[in-house]
């Protein structure tokens, strides 16, 4: 195992040390919806880990949503300047590559990892951009139907809506640029004679 996977499988086990302890604390201060965000989370990473996610992918994604649900749970959203924006563009993203390599080990999407395994060039990059997108959509979705039942839990608007779609396009973008970029390196180092 390398220091990069080390490291990786670290900040992924802290993570879910995290969820675990925040479930735990919002349940003993009776904040139910935040106690059971925290154990889907944790029920979320664990399946994750299970699959064969490359560990940079999959520690990125635990820190990220654990960022995106604290943030809900302790309201930095509407306190911290841009802190919306930034998890915007970070989690659609991050959803993504680990969606794309869940699919894979299902044997759903072609390996780009796989040496001599021919992948239409830039279909990695692609799907994980639509998919972040369209996680991004489902996400404002989500928020439309919350506002409507209950209009003071969460106050969005079309200009915020605009900006969080958008963030989510170029957050899953990159991202898919980072999933195309790992596969090619890795099938490039596969290929090298040793």
């Not at 995106?68 to 563009?89: C, L």
């Not at 390599?101 to 044997?107: E, K, P, R, S, Y």
Request: proline residues 4%; contains cysteine; glycine residues 10%.
């Amino acid at each position: 195992m390398t220091s990069k996977n080390r490291a990786g499988s670290w900040v992924f086990g802290a993570a879910v040390a995290v969820a675990v302890a925040s479930a735990g604390y919002l349940g003993l201060m009776q904040r139910w919806d935040g106690m059971l965000r925290f154990a889907a989370v944790t029920v979320v990473l664990l399946l994750t880990r299970r699959a064969k996610v490359p560990t940079g992918f999959v520690a990125a994604f635990a820190v990220l949503v654990l960022l995106a649900m604290w943030g809900s749970a302790q309201h930095w959203y509407a306190e911290i300047p841009h802190f919306d924006t930034v998890v915007h563009v970070l989690t659609p993203g991050s959803l993504a590559a680990v969606s794309y390599f869940l699919l894979v080990d299902a044997g759903l999407l072609p390996d780009a990892r796989e040496p001599g395994r021919q992948v239409r060039g830039w279909a990695p990059a692609l799907w994980v951009g639509l998919v972040g997108t369209t996680a991004a959509v489902l996400w404002e979705y989500y928020e439309w139907v919350v506002e409507q039942i209950s209009p003071q839990g969460m106050l969005v608007g079309y200009t915020d809506t605009v900006v969080d779609l958008f963030a989510g396009m170029c957050g899953s973008l990159v991202a898919g640029m980072l999933v195309l970029r790992w596969a090619r390196r890795r099938a490039e180092h596969s290929a090298t004679p040793r």
